[in-house]
């Protein structure tokens, strides 16, 4: 049997229509510019954010790097969340490959970025020790703070507060679809405000591989460039480009599944004495839990049980877990999870 895997919205398979697709793709050479394939999904993907260009990348990490790069010179910096997967699970890509200084302030409880704290950490131009501020970073949804979809008024708030200091705007989108439908927005109405976007056709939306990133027609021109440095030039890539037309086309419709069968699980689970989840945070595809102190079990021993059961998820430290559901979790299977985890509550778990 297929495992039950939590862990992550990164390990969905392609559906059937996917490997199907694949299969049977256009392909061409993209470093020359004409695989058939990467060109529709690169329209679409423009058409579907309402931006002049877009350009698929090999992942959401490079996404972000080729943005960063392309956007900001050596010594530049950027003013980004401490917890933002940009600043702390993408190995300093901006730092180490393009010499650009990270800025990190505190993500809010609501995945925002306060912008008394940006306005703070904007440097004084004419002052000689600084580096140049260029850039802030977002992240929607803030995967590391519930999974929480950042609204469009807020977005264009901070677009503003970047205009008043001349800095470029990036969004992390990685979840932007996650995002837009918990706010039931349209994608456009969240990317309007940004200067650039990236968001990934391999989580939620169920494709093997890949990202986009879009902007400007100049932008993306230059970026394409960046990508190539990056060794992101990748020849017949229509292959997978043909997985990423049928995410975009059937999968952002259904993500809302995704998001009840979270609240679904995330309800059912509080009720369980020493477990604790801010029901408030639930809004899109994760669950972040609490264990108390005085359970006799940690996390990584009901991680140790479930798995015998074949049910995975992530566990980020003794008493705190995080799980993501996607289109693999069906409701029957999250069935299966409450009973599972009802069980390990009610038999005392090893320890
Ligand atoms: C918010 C966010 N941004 C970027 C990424 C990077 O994506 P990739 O793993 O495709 O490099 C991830 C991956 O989990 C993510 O959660």
């Known amino acids: 049997m297929q495992a039950i895997d939590l862990r992550s919205d990164t390990v969905t398979h392609p559906t059937p229509e996917m490997r199907q697709a694949m299969a049977e793709a256009a392909v061409g050479d993209d470093v020359w510019g004409d695989d058939p394939s990467v060109q529709r999904l690169e329209r679409l993907a423009a058409e579907m954010l309402g931006k002049e260009a877009a350009l698929f990348v090999v992942s959401g990490t490079m996404g972000n790097t080729t943005c960063l790069l392309t956007h900001c010179g050596r010594g530049d910096e950027i003013i980004v969340g401490k917890v933002a997967h940009t600043f702390k699970y993408e190995v300093g890509a901006s730092a180490a490959l ?66 008043r200091h001349g800095l470029k705007l990036h969004l992390d989108g990685a979840r932007l679809f996650n995002a837009a439908a918990a706010l039931e ?131 980020w430290d003794e008493r705190f877990i995080r799980l993501v559901t996607h289109y693999w979790i069906t409701p029957e299977r999250v069935q299966t999870v409450i009973d599972a985890v009802r069980a390990c509550f009610s038999q005392p778990v090893r320890s």
């Open 185 to 315: 927005v349209d994608v456009k109405t969240l990317v309007a405000p940004v200067d650039s976007v990236s968001f990934c056709l391999s989580k939620g939306l169920c494709a093997p591989i890949g990202s986009i990133i879009a902007g400007s027609a100049e932008f993306i021109g230059r970026a394409r460039r960046t990508r190539k440095m990056l060794g992101g030039g990748w020849r017949q890539a229509g292959i997978i480009a043909a997985a990423g037309i049928i995410a975009l086309e059937t999968m952002p419709k259904r993500l809302h599944e995704d998001h009840a069968n979270a609240k679904a699980l995330a309800s059912a689970l509080s009720q369980l004495e020493g477990l604790h989840i801010d029901m408030g945070q639930v809004q899109t595809n994760m669950i972040f839990i609490q264990l108390d102190q005085a359970l006799p079990f940690t996390a990584y021993d009901l991680e140790a049980q479930l798995a015998e059961q074949n049910i995975l998820m992530d566990v």
């Open 98 to 163: 393009g010499s650009i200084h990270s800025y990190p302030i505190p993500v809010q409880p609501d995945g925002t970025l306060d912008l008394h704290d940006i306005e703070h950490a904007i440097r004084d131009s004419s002052d000689v020790h600084y580096p140049v501020t260029k850039l802030v970073a977002l992240e929607n949804t803030q995967g590391s703070i519930g999974g929480i979809p950042i609204s469009a008024e807020y977005t264009q708030a901070l677009r503003d507060l970047c205009d």
